[in-house]
């Protein structure tokens, strides 16, 4: 069965430093997010992205993030500017359509620690 | 937007009981309702999902309930065993938006 793949599993970066995380998401999806999970909470949704251009971003998804799709197949979120709260597991979703027919299919996920 | 509030935090049953989650979202406009199992370091699998047209929805030992008018959902899970130790999300979305996740559960399935 298809799967969302992500990498790096795990990146560890200086404070200040911009940081790229890679998403593959499953070949027919048309709909691509972004959520990350600080360790012991919940889920917490970043971005969605259709079409090539972002549908909707949450409060968290400041002027230090950006998202890219950059060919037919990755889905990339970069982070110019590392803080030390963006300490997270973040994690790639895509979903085939729209509607509400379809379910959102979650990576592995990248645990990014800032130091 | 979508707030999901989720009980308990933590849930102990022992092998063999019955587990039940509860989710509360305050907006009336969500239509779909996913409930997620996420193991240690792992990613949130998929498990059971209701849409806002059917009331309740079984696969095997894992039965879902939704009441709109309460903006309610919960999750059952049967016959538990140590394999259903995990933390379990409920989310609640409209259509094709960002899922709005609850705090999640950590059950414990005592042997």
Redesign the interface.
Same mark, same amino acid.
């Given at each position: 069965e298809p799967e969302v793949t992500q990498t790096p599993s795990h990146q560890v970066t200086q404070m200040g430093q911009e940081v790229i995380l890679r998403c593959v998401p499953i070949s027919n999806h048309l709909y691509f997010y972004w959520y990350r999970q600080i360790l012991g909470q919940k889920v917490e949704f970043l971005v969605s992205f259709y079409n090539n251009e972002i549908s909707e971003k949450s409060e968290i998804f400041d002027d230090q993030f950006s998202v890219e799709r950059p060919d037919g197949s990755n889905f990339t979120l970069k982070i110019r500017s590392t803080k030390l709260e963006d300490s997270a597991m973040y994690f790639c979703a895509s979903k085939p359509s729209g509607g509400s027919t379809d379910t959102q299919y979650f990576g592995p996920g990248t645990r990014l620690t800032v130091l | 937007g979508e707030n999901v509030e989720q009980h308990p935090s933590t849930l102990s049953v022992q092998e063999g009981d019955s587990a039940v989650i509860k989710c509360t979202y305050s907006d009336s406009a969500s239509?779909?309702f996913?409930w997620?199992k996420q193991e240690l370091g792992?990613?949130?699998?998929?498990i059971i999902?209701i849409?806002s047209n059917v009331g309740e929805k079984k696969d095997q030992r894992i039965a879902v309930t939704l009441n709109k008018t309460a903006k309610h959902f919960s999750l059952h899970i049967t016959e538990t065993q140590p394999e259903d130790s995990a933390v379990y *999300?409920c &989310?609640a979305s409209l259509?094709?938006?960002?899922?709005? *996740?609850? &705090?999640?559960t950590t059950v414990t399935v005592r042997a």
């Open positions: - | 239509n779909y996913p997620y792992k990613r949130p699998q998929l999902d849409r *999300f &989310a259509y094709d938006y960002k899922l709005s *996740f609850g &705090a999640g």
